[in-house]
């Protein structure tokens, strides 16, 4: 079974600190990779993909994530926080079965929260 | 240019009735998907529709119906209202089912 883990469901940062935002998933083929963000009363949009090859992936809005075979994941981070920043974040799996359907499988989400 | 449209955005109903909330996407794709997110911001997927045939029926209960007339529009009917089908509904779309999904703005439905 394929499944997708946030560890923290809200985080808080301190505007100018490093972000990081955890991500997990369970897969027994390479899955597709996703980050996407959700800013109040909006519908999510799309931060960054791995799909293949280079396993770190540069999103917008400055942040990036790096796929990690070995450990499974696929954290999401941002150098330096700005008070825009502050979103829930949902990662997201999908990968093609057998049958040639893909299934989406998101995160439960993290809040993040900056601090000025 | 709006990609992914619904409407209405805002929808308030008493329990027992019969609602519709329309999605249309003009990005020529041809995966759409409807999503209901709850309160904890818990995304679970509905259904999902690919060149109008159903692909994905997720446990949803039979009160809730998509139709999707042609592969720009994917409708969800929703009949007998109960409480707990308040929530805010995605509508999505995709080129294809395995890659980047745009979301629409949401509909949030308070049913009394």
């Known amino acids: 079974a394929q499944s997708v883990t946030q560890l923290g469901s809200h985080v808080s940062v301190s505007e100018g600190a490093l972000v990081l935002l955890r991500c997990n998933y369970s897969s027994s083929v390479p899955p597709y990779l996703f980050w996407y963000v959700q800013y109040p009363n909006q519908g999510l949009q799309l931060l960054l993909k791995?799909?293949?090859?280079?396993?770190l992936v540069k999103g917008i809005n400055g942040f990036e994530a790096e796929f990690k075979k070995s450990e499974t994941s696929f954290h999401l981070t941002k150098p330096s926080a700005h008070m825009s920043d502050a979103a829930e974040y949902f990662c997201?799996?999908?990968?093609?079965?057998?049958?040639?359907?893909?299934?989406?499988?998101f995160g439960t989400g993290t809040r993040l929260k900056v601090l000025a | 240019d709006t990609a992914v449209s619904q409407t209405p955005k805002y929808l308030v109903t008493q329990m027992g009735n019969d609602k519709s909330i329309k999605c249309e996407q003009n990005?020529?794709?041809?995966?759409m998907y409807w999503y209901k997110q709850d309160s904890k911001k818990f995304l679970k997927i509905m259904f999902s529709y690919n060149n109008k045939e159903l692909i994905i029926n997720e446990t949803v209960p039979n009160r809730f119906s998509p139709k999707s007339p042609d592969k720009a529009h994917l409708n969800l009917h929703i009949n007998s209202l109960e409480l707990g089908d308040s929530a805010v509904y995605f509508c999505?779309?995709?080129?294809?089912?395995?890659?980047?999904?745009?979301f629409g703005p949401g509909t949030r439905l308070t049913v009394l």
């Open positions: 990005l020529g794709h041809d995966t």
């Open positions: 999505a779309s995709s080129q294809d089912a395995g890659n980047e999904q745009f």
């Open positions: 997201a799996v999908t990968r093609r079965s057998y049958s040639g359907t893909y299934k989406y499988i």
């Open positions: 791995y799909t293949t090859g280079a396993t």
